[in-house]
């Protein structure tokens, strides 16, 4: 009995190290005020840029990341288009951007901290900021209503 209460102690331990959670989750959170794309990345405007990640839905099928492939900054992305990838222990994924625009900005924590996608995906977990080339763009992209209901959808097929 001591045995198995010591190895999910270090277990508990090594999770908490790793940045991994080791609660089971119910439900994904979906943020209001932001824009969503059905390739489940996320934008939040703030002007003429943006900041782009993927969603708390996204990271929650993906598993643990462990790598983050950033951008150049002063690099094109165009809406729809890849333009990197997030690696997990379960899969690699690419990451789409949900707008078009020139990147200003990229978050270098992400090399040495990936889990923080996991962790914050709407806050530390960003990935790229975008000055934007066509705001017109983000009438494309659902609201959280929407993109909630496009998740449970998702799910149940």
């Known amino acids: 009995m001591a045995m ?21 989750r119910a ?13 489940h990345e996320w934008v939040k405007v703030d002007g003429d840029s943006a900041i782009v990640g ?15 492939e950033l951008p150049e900054v002063g690099i094109s992305v165009s809406q729809g288009n890849n333009f990197g990838a997030v690696e997990s222990v379960k ?10 625009g020139e990147v200003v900005e990229v978050n270098e924590k992400l090399s040495g901290e990936p ?13 790229i ?5 066509d705001s ?13 209901k496009f998740c449970e959808e998702e799910d149940n097929h």
């Open 136 to 148: 017109g763009e983000l009438n494309s992209l659902m609201d959280d209503e929407k993109y909630s």
């Open 4 to 24: 198995a209460a010591s190895s999910r102690m270090w277990a508990s331990r090594a999770a908490a190290y790793l940045r991994i959670s080791t609660l089971p």
């Open 54 to 68: 993927i969603t708390d839905h996204a990271q929650d099928h993906l598993g643990d990341v462990v790598y983050v």
């Open 129 to 133: 900021k975008v000055k934007l080339s």
């Open 91 to 100: 899969a690699t994924s690419d990451i789409n951007s949900p707008v078009s």
């Open 27 to 39: 439900f994904s959170t979906v943020m209001k005020d932001l824009k969503y794309a059905d390739t």
């Open 115 to 127: 889990g923080l996608v996991n962790a914050s995906p709407y806050d530390k977990g960003w990935i």
